[in-house]
């Protein structure tokens, strides 16, 4: 296997071999055991996100994969990927890493980082930023406060160790990111439904569900508005078709439709919010696989979920400060809190969206969770 990066004793080589792959998707259950908090992730899941022939990721997006190596003992594992949309979009040459785990080895750190870097280096590429799993309309950043709770559906979770690591390998905050907690008992309705009588008055802004027997269309609204409304937010990429109908296709079996909210104002979709039930309270239990009866505890289970996450929910550019996002926020919380759950997670922002943090405090959430984007220059030929 050709060796990539070597640091000391530790040296990372490019996986080439099934054998390889199985210790890539094995690897983190050493890092994380007798960790409550964890929750390891499908590794159907993992493998499909990884699969460069079948993910519409991929059709502008190339990648490789790493495992760090001590002798005959696996120390860690990294994914190098490079975003061309990304790169085009905001006219940077980014690699970034992912899916990164790793002992806590600070030459093994060193050695996975830069093998990531030397990828993106023999491809023009000059920062390396992550970490994103695979760009960041997925699970990215590192936890940094909030260790005491297991994440929700889709954000990530690591040891605290990471954080040390980025800071001995020269990695450089790039951005945080905030997560948000909603109790029921938050806001009063009252509140509540006055400020939402004033939003409908003002805008003659609607609600609607989604119509999942038109999910293609559906999901095509959805990709207008997120890409017209997101277009100035830092780390945007612009979601594809191919890669919007694979995100609906992949969540219309687990999201709840009574939660997947449009926004119309005459007729016209302006702005979309979803709540997804947090699968992460029966995964939890069922370490990385879903067959052969893994399927069934996570379908008998949605009815027992307590808690939600928002992960996102916008407007139309054109319809910012004009209420109707606060409008979304309020009708997906009255949905939520009459659907029976306790809880709900709004994340992520980011930490200089001044506007939704206000307003996500101003309707009792309290920002209990902290992620971190990390970055560096990708440096000479080592």
């Known amino acids: 296997m050709e060796t990539t990066a070597v640091r000391k004793d530790v040296c990372v080589r490019r996986v080439s071999s099934r054998a390889d792959f199985r210790r890539y998707l094995d690897f983190p259950r050493r890092v994380y055991r007798g960790d409550p908090n964890w929750v390891e992730p499908l590794r159907m899941d993992t493998k499909e996100k990884l699969d460069v022939r079948k993910h519409p990721f991929f059709e502008h997006a190339e990648r490789e994969i790493f495992l760090a190596w001590r002798g005959d003992e696996v120390v860690g594992r990294v994914a190098a990927i490079l975003d061309r949309n990304h790169n085009s979009f905001h006219d940077e040459s980014v690699v970034f890493f992912g899916q990164y785990e790793c002992l806590d080895d600070t030459d093994a750190a060193r050695a996975l980082l830069d093998a990531a870097a030397d990828w993106g280096r023999e491809r023009g590429m000059t920062v390396l930023r992550g970490p994103v799993n695979l760009s960041l309309n997925d699970e990215c950043a590192f936890l940094v406060d909030g260790f005491d709770s297991p994440p929700v559906v889709m954000m990530p979770y690591n040891p605290r160790y990471y954080l040390d690591q980025m800071d001995r390998c020269a990695m450089a905050k790039a ?12 806001v009063s309705a009252p509140d509540i ?38 277009v100035k937010n830092w780390g945007f990429v612009p979601w594809t078709q191919a890669e919007m109908e694979h995100t609906v296709k992949t969540l219309k079996t687990l999201a709840d439709p009574n939660l997947v909210v449009f926004a119309e104002v005459d007729g016209k979709p302006v702005g979309f919010g979803f709540g997804l039930p947090n699968f992460n309270e029966i995964l939890i239990k069922l370490h990385g696989r879903l067959l052969p009866f893994g399927i069934f505890r996570l379908l008998l289970g949605k009815r027992k979920i307590r808690s939600l996450r928002s992960p996102v929910f916008g407007v139309l550019r054109e319809y910012h400060h004009t209420g109707v996002a606060q409008l979304l926020a309020i009708e997906g919380i009255r949905r939520a809190w009459a659907r029976g759950f306790d809880w709900c997670e709004l994340s992520w922002q980011l930490e200089d969206n001044t506007a939704v943090n206000r307003f996500a405090e101003k309707f009792g959430g309290r920002r209990y969770k902290t992620y971190r984007i990390y970055e560096r220059p990708v440096g000479p030929p080592r």
């Open 193 to 230: 439904e006055q400020m939402a009588e004033r939003i409908r008055a003002e805008t003659r802004a609607v609600c609607r569900t989604i119509d999942l027997k038109d999910w293609k269309a559906e999901a095509l609204r959805v990709q207008a508005i997120y890409n017209g409304g997101w």
């Open 175 to 186: 951005k945080d990111l905030y997560a948000f907690l909603f109790t029921s008992d938050a």
